[in-house]
Every structure is written in C-alpha cells, then in structure tokens.
C-alpha cells in the first residue's frame, strides 16, 4: 500500500522560513520523481518544483524559484521543501507527489502523479 505523509506546515510571518517533509512507503522511492504542489481555496493545484535523482534535476515555477529548494533523502524515503523568505501568495495546502522517473514526461502536470499526500497547510502573515 502506497503512502504519502506531508508534514512541517504552520503559520508564520511574511519573510519567514518553513521546511516541509514528505515521508513516503510501499513504493521503490529512489524510482520516483517527487514533487511538490499547492492549492489555495478557490484556485487549481499549482506545481511549486519537482525533482527526480537530485537536487540538480531539480524543477521549480518561476514564483518559487530562488526562494524555494527540493532535496530527497533516499535513505530515509523522503523529500523535503525548504521554503525561504515566504510571502502571503505562498499560503495554501502543499500536497507532495510520486511518478516514475521514467514515465515522467510533464513535470507540471498534476496528473502525471500517482501517489498523493493528504496536504499539509501553510499559512504566511503579513
């Protein structure tokens, strides 16, 4: 059974920092791309960055870009967002994705991820 926890998520100030972890299990992790997206009410689920072997196959938007890092622990079967220097626009539910790097094809896509978290809320004050 294919499992996906997010976690790390809270409330903190514009400029602040966070680090959200997403521990996964029941699937060969060091074979999935893994990524992040996120939804605020109202809106579609976004993609923030993916990566797939390392952190230099690392993929971001352009709003997160620079501010935002994707790095994965195969070890420990988990991947990690480290958010810095957060604005108001970055509140939303992050959900934490799995595809097979090897059928990956669009990394932005929300529908090339199989396995999904249940989300973890980040909000950031002004």
């Known amino acids: 059974q294919e499992q996906v926890v997010e976690s790390g998520g809270e409330l903190v100030q514009a400029g602040g920092s966070l680090r959200l972890s997403c521990v996964t299990s029941g699937f060969t992790f060091s074979r999935y791309a893994m990524s992040w997206f996120r939804q605020s009410p109202g809106k579609e689920r976004e993609f923030v960055g993916a990566i797939r072997w390392s952190e230099l196959s690392a993929r971001y938007a352009d709003s997160v870009k620079d501010r935002f890092t994707i790095s994965r622990d195969n070890g420990k079967n988990t991947v990690y967002l480290q958010m810095n220097s957060l604005i108001p626009e970055d509140t939303g539910v992050y959900y934490c994705?799995?595809?097979?790097?090897?059928?990956?094809?669009?990394?932005?896509?929300?529908?090339?991820?199989?396995?999904w978290g249940q989300g973890t809320q980040v909000t950031v004050s002004s």
């Open positions: 994705g799995a595809a097979p790097i090897s059928m990956l094809m669009n990394w932005e896509s929300s529908t090339e991820y199989a396995f």
